[in-house]
């Protein structure tokens, strides 16, 4: 009888869908946008638990697709960039389109700092997509974009900022921010609760079962489903007459 495979990519991605909505808050404050790509589509954790602490509900844009593409592509102002930052600006035409009352796509020059690698720099259209953005779609004059610089690997001055632009754009106590932030931090290190670490065992556990019956290519803490159609081309060995598998394996779930 044939076993497939566990979809450890398709695993996390609806886990990473599933954080939209109104959480444990009362979304009483509004309809945060976030768009689900590049950065933001790691970082949403983090976000998610951030705004829905301090009561807005959390607005994904749908998930990428040629007729995503089409819809911002428009606005694109460079054929040379790269397809993901032109997907973008569909994520964010979208979110227009729904009527959201902000959208949340900050700038960031670093993003955290997992202690894994020689430094944890952002690429540059990565870190500053957000000014591109407001500067070439047209569409957003018709809500509230926030493209702030900030800094999610300095946790104090984090959750200094984050207090002082929400009161701000929203008058939200400083206080409440920056209890927010924490939660958010907790969020973002879950991966070390007991119980996320026996669910992502298990699951992990079935998947390394697999390796020894059919050839594979085991990707670790990918960013994206992107990421892994890109090292799979790259890794591909040629000599294999069978199928290959390809299991993606992200530490945070």
């Known amino acids: 009888e044939k076993v497939e495979n566990p979809d450890l990519m398709h695993y ?9 909505g109104k959480g444990n808050g009362s979304g009483v404050r509004g309809r945060m946008g976030i768009p689900f790509g590049l950065n933001m589509y790691e970082n949403l954790p983090f976000w998610f638990e951030l705004f829905t ?24 102002p460079s054929d040379t960039v790269c397809y993901p930052a032109k997907l973008l600006h569909g994520h964010v035409e979208a ?23 020689d430094n ?35 946790h104090k001055d984090f959750g200094k900022r984050i207090a002082q632009l929400m009161h701000q754009e929203f008058g939200i106590p400083k206080k409440e921010s920056a209890a927010a932030a924490r939660a958010a931090y907790e969020a ?22 697999h390796l020894f ?6 990707i670790e803490d990918t960013a994206s489903p ?25 530490a945070r779930f």
Request: net charge neutral; glycine share 4%.
């Open 120 to 154: 944890h720099y952002n690429c540059p259209v990565v870190a500053y997509y957000p000014e591109l953005i407001a500067a070439n779609v047209p569409s957003l004059k018709q809500t509230r974009f926030l493209d702030p610089y900030v800094g999610l690997w300095r």
């Open 95 to 117: 979110l227009a389109e729904a009527g959201v009352d902000a959208i949340w796509y900050p700038c960031m020059s670093y993003n955290n700092d997992e202690g894994i690698g």
């Open 226 to 250: 992107f990421d892994v159609a890109v090292d799979a081309a790259l890794l591909l060995p040629g000599q294999f007459e069978k199928r290959l598998d390809v299991a993606a394996h992200d």
């Open 188 to 209: 973002e290190n879950r991966r070390l609760d007991l119980a996320h670490a026996l669910l992502h065992g298990e699951i992990f556990k079935n998947a390394l079962l």
């Open 213 to 218: 019956e059919s050839p594979m290519i085991l």
């Open 53 to 76: 602490r301090l009561n807005f509900e959390v607005v994904l844009s749908p998930e990428s697709s040629r007729k995503l593409y089409v819809k911002g592509q428009r606005t694109i």
């Open 12 to 20: 996390k991605y609806k886990k990473l869908r599933a954080l939209q």
